[in-house]
């Protein structure tokens, strides 16, 4: 069993930057490969960004790449998502979530095991 609790998010205007964390409980995170993703009023819940349980691999969605940065501490056992040159569009509720490790960089919310309870971000124009 995992716990996630995101922190981190806010109102910030285009053009700047904030970074989300991701803190879980239990002892085995090493072990899960873990996502960001995030819904947007009216929308479906999306894959933003992905990382292997080492940290070694990444994945991002286009929309993201180049502007948005994961990466983890598992000695703290937290994952975080630094967002540069926001977007009005990157206005969202974040998510973060486990899976297997085996499964990194899915980008189906459904292979998915656990999850935060989300944390809000707003970019204004």
């Known amino acids: 069993q995992v716990q996630l609790v995101e922190s981190g998010g806010g109102l910030v205007q285009a053009g700047g930057s904030l970074r989300l964390s991701c803190h879980a409980s239990?002892?085995?995170?090493?072990?899960?490969?873990m996502g960001w993703f995030r819904q947007a009023p009216g929308k479906e819940r999306e894959f933003v960004a992905g990382?292997?349980?080492?940290?070694?691999?990444?994945y991002y969605a286009d929309s993201v790449k180049g502007r948005f940065t994961i990466s983890r501490d598992n000695a703290k056992n937290t994952v975080y998502l630094q967002m540069d040159s926001l977007k009005s569009e990157d206005t969202a509720v974040y998510y973060c979530?486990?899976?297997?490790?085996?499964?990194?960089?899915?980008?189906?919310?459904?292979?998915?095991?656990?999850w935060g309870q989300g944390t809000q971000v707003t970019v204004s124009s």
């Open positions: 979530a486990a899976t297997q490790a085996i499964y990194e960089g899915r980008r189906y919310p459904g292979q998915y095991y656990y």
């Open positions: 239990g002892r085995t995170f090493s072990s899960y490969a």
């Open positions: 990382i292997s349980w080492s940290g070694g691999t990444t």
